[in-house]
């Protein structure tokens, strides 16, 4: 789940294009997400927030930027650019600062 003040959604250009909203029968599909302002993010246990947020289908990836953190169980992790792999149990951080808490509480993130 992606929530945001503001998303742009790309659909893809090799599909047909008759219609502005995605068909259900798969004639056009969403190639990427631009989030931005106060995004937050919940996939699974995993919950992440930037100002940022850039969901990438040809890739599964989701890419965070403008201050993103991410939390899951007992850590939170920092960086000045956070890459979410959504198929995969990896995320890629730069310039990371690592947060472990004691126990399994969350901080309030998702709060707004």
């Given at each position: 789940?992606?929530?945001?003040?503001?998303?742009?959604?790309?659909?893809?250009?090799?599909?047909?294009?008759?219609?502005?909203?995605?068909?259900?029968?798969?004639?056009?599909?969403?190639?990427?997400?631009?989030?931005?302002?106060?995004?937050?993010?919940?996939?699974?246990?995993?919950?992440?927030k930037a100002e940022?947020?850039?969901?990438?289908?040809?890739?599964?990836?989701?890419?965070?930027?403008?201050?993103?953190?991410?939390?899951?169980?007992?850590?939170?992790?920092?960086?000045?650019?956070?890459?979410?792999?959504?198929?995969?149990?990896?995320?890629?951080?730069?310039?990371?600062?690592?947060?472990?808490?004691?126990?399994?509480?969350?901080?309030?993130?998702?709060?707004?």
């Amino acid at each position: 789940m992606i929530e945001s003040e503001r998303a742009e959604v790309f659909l893809d250009r090799s599909t047909p294009s008759s219609s502005f909203l995605p068909k259900g029968d798969g004639e056009q599909q969403v190639s990427k997400i631009i989030a931005s302002g106060n995004v937050r993010i919940s996939k699974g246990r995993q919950h992440a927030k930037a100002e940022q947020g850039v969901y990438e289908r040809g890739k599964e990836t989701i890419t965070l930027t403008g201050h993103p953190e991410v939390w899951e169980d007992g850590y939170q992790v920092k960086g000045a650019v956070i890459t979410i792999f959504m198929n995969e149990e990896r995320t890629l951080v730069a310039e990371s600062e690592v947060l472990i808490h004691e126990g399994k509480a969350r901080p309030g993130f998702l709060k707004k």
